[in-house]
């Protein structure tokens, strides 16, 4: 092999003139670190077939090592390397050898742990004259013990589990090969598999595996460190109880054929001797009841604790009857009176190992550290556990202390976990939302997310003095509506009927209790593309509901990072991606056969199979979608807005909640919200267990709410341009005579323009077919939300769009001022533009503008309309303009506010043409105001009465028109009069909508 040449060469390299490397006393056994033994063991053992007969012998002696060395029959002791070979070895940070020694050959090694095989022989020859055919024979042959030796073959079986994950979990190129030669010459399932696990210690001396085994291994040597476990042997046998008369010290023993005693009640042995009855404790036998069954502890003997206290022999339980039996050596050699059988009539009876309460191998989400607070105890046995352990985690072992059992009196060492026998997943995580709030707060979610989530599943122990235990079997996430349980459990999914051996349990803290209740304040504005949400602060501020508040809302019971699950932003993604941190999207995820529909909070679905589901908050259609969304959003934002005003305490909700809805709704619509209104009402009664206050108010009341009541005498037009529908209010606020504000609404009302037919028509020119459309319409959405949209449609003319479709809103507020003017000539009216809908003003251009800049532009056209008492608004508003309408509605949740989903409708609007009424001769000027609010039809009028004058209407200054008749041309017949008359509703002496603004949404829909 090359390596003795390299060998050379590198000594070479290091002596020099003076130290003729001939000098220096080196033997066989110095150099193994050298590898080329290493490498050959290694090479030779994967040989399939042929074995060269000199290596056979050498075989054998590496597997019965092996053997010796995961049983813990080795001696190791660490020997530095000296001079010349230091030089050379710790380079690659390798300073010692680690011998093995075993009794058998006292005074001398038999082998060295080996990077590549753990362990082997002594190269031959040696000094020691020990040959390989010697230890082949010698040694004892552990993964087949002949008939006179102990089988210890079960105690090898956990280690080698044991050292099979530590080498896979290594790093270390070598695993796969390793751990198959390991299979092929000690195959595991040959080894007796029992249902116990043995204690176990480290062994002293760290084992070294090369890092690498390509060819940079002979330029480069890097070493990884594993941890042997091996089964602790001499572990004292234990005390055993033998009961005895309390009178005269006999035995309290019997022959089997005596019949057995009753113990249902008591444990009341007699004595043959002296006739006294002495009584026992269930205890003393190991024994415990929980409703009509008696379970007895059996595997006593391999907890660790009970060392000094004497424990029960092994119960062999039949039918209604267990059956402890004594050593006859312990009873002085009495064999016939040796056992002792209690009865329990009527009652179900139950021997349960320690093993079987304990998951085989412990679930650690993160990496095992100080913070984990998992306990081994499977959830349906929590009930078994009388007294939590303490959690100690010394060397890379977590231990589980002091725990107590019941039917046991003493304390016990439950469970003892090297980092081998635990499962550490660090990108698993396990929490759950909300962070548990006040007692009578009764939905919670839990969710566990990482690799291979879906191999796991979340169990619910309600209450851990119970063994029902309710499992989930879903991917990833586990809803539960019945107040905080006890404890939580994440556990590997086993077959049917076998219980897990992989998980971890959680007990779940409840806050301190506080009989506080706080009213509590949240506004909710339900838009079309996206929500917003206020609270109020204790100190009476308005406050945003900001992503990573529903995220902080969650708390992490196990693992790294901000939450990691579906139903949460994650508010990295969404800061990288540049979202605005106050919108929540109002979309939700929706897979085939899912049972759960989370918010849509990033551009990438949880799988590949989700979809988006959006828009859903006008159509009539959509009744599930919008229950689904808002019962979703509230459970989000109730335990978030209580979390972010009162951190960390218990207090209780009285909830206020204010929702806004389009003005523009129509009486069915309104009919639909006002229930779906009660339905999340008596959702949120049940879950929050307090009484839920929920109101409404219309979108365009809510901007003059949240605008201030401060402003006497201004007059004010807002608009409120959102996905769905433009809010319109022409208001001004006055004191009332007992000095409350009142506001006067001169004109109010919604029509349905909607940034969202901006995007569609975008998406519509974009994509050939329905399903690129909808890719185009969330990619143009995410780019208009992140300011993208030059980088992501380079060339695109999003401008030609946005100057046809802006115009068409701003003729609205037009014809509003110019009617207010009619009426009353000498008024300012100042004009404040909310949501986000006029940011489509930065698609103006060919390159899309700043924000500030397309908010100017926008702001300057209004100019065009030549209204001289018409000026935009320059004062502050408390928040941002996008937020206005939540906080309107944040302000009506208040005491006094109003439910105006029930009220009537009642928009007031001009109606923008005249319109000539034929059965009466009467006229409708284009300044006058028609809507749900306004009678001013005669009885009997129905649309085939009404001429419209389309060339009506306040006469457009030139520069409006051009831009007017560029976007909107032939707005005088286009749609046909017999399309607006189609589209009156009279009901009784209303017109419910003006022939304009019938004629403006119809222009607004079809934009293109
Ligand atoms: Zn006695």
Redesign the pocket.
Known sequence: MSASILVTQKLSELLDDQHYWGSYVLYGESIPHLLHWDWAYLWILDRQSTIPPEWQARVEAWRRLLCMLLLGELELEARAIEQPLLSYTEKAGFNHLVFARAPLYPGFPIGVLSPTVLVRPLPEPNRFEISSEKLAEQLPRHYSPPPNMGDRRAELLQSLDLVKVAIRDSGSQLSATLLRLIERYLPATEFPRINSFYPVTPLPNKASLVAKADASAWEDLRYVNITIFVPQRRVPPPKQFVPK?Q??G?LLTYAKAESAVDAAVNISLR?R??E?ITPFEYSDFGIWKHGNTFFIWRELEQLEGLGHHAIPPSPVVSNDEVCFSWNPALLGGEEVRAHVRLRFPQHQIRAIGISEIKYNMLLIPGDLTEGFNGLPVRPEWMFAVDQLPEVEIVNDVITFRNSKLHGLRHTVLLGRYPRAACRIAPDFQVGIFPTPLYEGWRRYRFFWSGDKSDEYRGCVVPDRGQPAVEKRQSVDIAEWDDGLPDALAIEAKSQAGMPASIGATWLLQKPRAADVSQPIYVGVDFGTTSSVVYAESQDGRPVVLELRDFARTAKILSGNGEPRTTFLPRTDEAAAAGFDPTLIPSALWFAPGGEFNPIRWSRRGPTKAHSARYGFKWGNQDELLRRQYLDELLFLVLPTALNKLFPGSAVKGNWNIGFAFPLAFSGSQRKEYAKLFTELRQGMDRYSSAPVDLKSISESHACVRAFGEHLHGSVFLIADLGGGSLDVALFETMSSPDGRPVTHHFQVGSAKIGGEAFVSALAHGMGADDEARQRHYWNIRYAIMTGRVAQDFPGSNFGNVATRFLPIAQELLRIMVEAFRAAIPDRNVDLVLVGNGWRIAEFTAATPLAQSIGRRELEESFQEFEVPNLSMYAGELEVPIKHVVALGALKNARPGGRNEIEEPHEAKMPSGRDLKLRNTGGTIRWCDLVGSAVRNLPIGTTAGHIEIHRASGPRAPARWLQRLDYAVPALDSNPTDAYVRDHFDIPGERLEKGPLQIILEKRAAGVS
Do not use: I, L, R
Request: hydrophobic content about 40%; some cysteine.
């Open positions: 008369c009178g005269c006999a004595c001797a002296c006294a």
